[in-house]
């Protein structure tokens, strides 16, 4: 991306997409997609994903979206620059009554928006958080674990598909690969912010161990960002509580 006025306003529109797709779009979607595969229909998390197996690959599909968004973000650090470039091209033009191009212009609000948006380092990651949380703090009769169960429950599934050499065998991809490893990253995320203790502590629901060792099992330069995504935005990693092996295993 460069600093030159088009490119400028090329960047600031696909920002303005991205953000309103964050803001309009995503959680609406995540909350539909939770209510569905919370509710108390069935027994059992695990019943409750085979059941819903399409409901369940839309919500891994959001997952894997967040997760590559955001590493494409957080090796893009021009893009902050290029909108204040932006934003300040268009406060000029003002100050001269130089028109706007019509839609390629922004107001106020959306720009504080977008620039907040953009100023987190995992912006998507942070909305989807944010709307697990919501939805779990709204929907205070259904039973927490109705969440969380589901979210472990989806973890475990990804890492056994990626540990047990029989299931890794029938992916027709490498894609295949990465969409599991960024949806059980994405899961234990969300885990670990709705979970009152965390996916970290001892004895939790989702291996943490066997899940990072999948990781560190793949090419580096391949799963870095997943890693960092562990390290540096779930919540619980830096508690007291946090098993010492995996905060090694993390460093």
Same mark, same amino acid.
Request: proline share 4%.
């Given at each position: 991306?460069?600093?030159?006025?088009?490119?400028?306003?090329?960047?600031?529109?696909?920002?303005?997409? %991205?953000?309103?797709?964050? =803001?309009?779009?995503?959680? /609406?979607?995540?909350?539909?997609?939770?209510? =569905?595969?919370?509710?108390?229909?069935?027994?059992?998390?695990?019943?409750?994903?085979?059941?819903?197996?399409?409901?369940?690959?839309?919500?891994?599909?959001?997952?894997?979206?967040?997760?590559?968004?955001?590493?494409? !973000?957080?090796?893009? &650090?021009?893009?902050?620059?290029?909108?204040?470039? +932006?934003?300040?091209?268009?406060?000029?033009?003002?100050?001269?009554?130089?028109?706007?191009?019509?839609?390629?212009?922004?107001?106020?609000?959306?720009?504080?928006?977008?620039?907040? %948006?953009? =100023?987190?380092?995992?912006? #998507?990651?942070?909305?989807?958080?944010?709307?697990?949380? !919501?939805?779990?703090?709204?929907?205070?009769?259904? &039973?927490?674990?109705?969440?969380?169960?589901?979210?472990?429950? #989806?973890?475990?599934?990804?890492?056994?598909?990626?540990?047990?050499?029989? +299931?890794?065998?029938?992916?027709? $991809?490498?894609?295949?690969?990465?969409?599991?490893?960024?949806?059980?990253?994405?899961?234990?995320?969300? +885990?670990?912010?709705?979970?009152?203790?965390?996916? %970290? /502590?001892?004895?939790?629901?989702?291996? #943490?161990?066997?899940?990072? !060792?999948?990781?560190?099992?793949?090419?580096?330069?391949?799963?870095?960002?997943?890693?960092? /995504?562990?390290? +540096?935005?779930?919540?619980?990693?830096?508690?007291?509580?946090?098993?010492?092996?995996? !905060? $090694? #295993?993390?460093?």
């Amino acid at each position: 991306m460069g600093c030159c006025g088009a490119s400028s306003r090329q960047t600031k529109g696909v920002l303005r997409i %991205f953000t309103e797709i964050s =803001a309009d779009s995503t959680e /609406a979607a995540l909350h539909s997609l939770l209510r =569905a595969l919370t509710s108390e229909t069935y027994n059992d998390p695990t019943q409750h994903l085979e059941r819903e197996q399409a409901l369940a690959k839309q919500f891994a599909e959001i997952l894997h979206f967040t997760l590559r968004f955001d590493e494409l !973000k957080m090796t893009n &650090p021009a893009i902050q620059n290029d909108f204040s470039y +932006y934003r300040r091209t268009l406060s000029r033009m003002r100050i001269n009554n130089v028109p706007a191009e019509g839609e390629n212009e922004v107001n106020n609000e959306l720009a504080n928006r977008i620039s907040l %948006f953009y =100023a987190d380092a995992t912006p #998507m990651l942070k909305t989807l958080s944010d709307g697990t949380t !919501k939805f779990v703090s709204e929907n205070k009769n259904l &039973p927490i674990e109705n969440t969380t169960d589901v979210l472990s429950t #989806m973890a475990s599934v990804c890492k056994v598909m990626l540990e047990t050499p029989e +299931y890794r065998s029938r992916f027709t $991809s490498e894609e295949t690969v990465s969409f599991c490893l960024r949806v059980m990253v994405g899961v234990i995320i969300l +885990y670990d912010y709705v979970h009152p203790v965390g996916a %970290f /502590a001892k004895s939790p629901k989702i291996d #943490m161990k066997g899940c990072i !060792k999948v990781l560190r099992d793949q090419p580096p330069n391949s799963v870095e960002g997943l890693l960092n /995504a562990l390290r +540096y935005t779930t919540k619980h990693l830096n508690d007291e509580s946090t098993n010492k092996t995996i !905060k $090694s #295993m993390l460093q």
